[in-house]
């Protein structure tokens, strides 16, 4: 993953041409909201095959180029159930987290006290091109 964006139109685009890159993706939602001069919020869903989808919250500040996500939570699920979460919520007490330190995933048992490290989650780069592959793998084990 090693694209970065400029602007938010950059990001803008990023976001609402990933179907041309990712054909897993059946159904979006996403919006890219700006909420002043250096603020945006993404928020929607990209739904996929077999009941799987993900949802999606980032915050998206670009004050000074380039733009970056400075917060966000992505929430993976198979119809009605939670399969698994990350967030950059700090636990900088946990020293399990400390590798990748905000970013960090909740599975099950425990799925909200169930904490691992998040590797390859950025507030620079976009976290969609981790999760959606994720999410591709998911569907592969799911037909077989």
């Not at 059946?26 to 250096?38: D, P, V």
């Amino acid at each position: 993953m090693s694209e970065h964006f400029r602007t938010p139109e950059d990001y803008e685009l990023f976001l609402y041409t990933l179907a041309e890159r990712f054909t897993a993706v059946r159904r979006s939602t996403l919006r890219f909201i700006r909420r002043g001069a250096t603020l945006a919020r993404v928020a929607g869903e990209r739904e996929f095959d077999h009941g799987l989808r993900l949802t999606l919250r980032e915050r998206i500040t670009f004050d000074r180029l380039p733009l970056v996500i400075d917060w966000y939570g992505y929430e993976i699920w198979k119809g009605n159930e939670k399969l698994y979460w990350y967030d950059s919520q700090p636990h900088p007490d946990e020293p399990l987290l400390q590798s990748t330190h905000p970013h960090h995933r909740h599975s099950p048992p425990d799925i909200k006290h169930n904490r691992a490290p998040a590797p390859g989650m950025s507030f620079v780069q976009p976290n969609l091109l981790k999760l959606i592959p994720e999410i591709e793998a998911l569907l592969c084990d799911v037909e077989k």
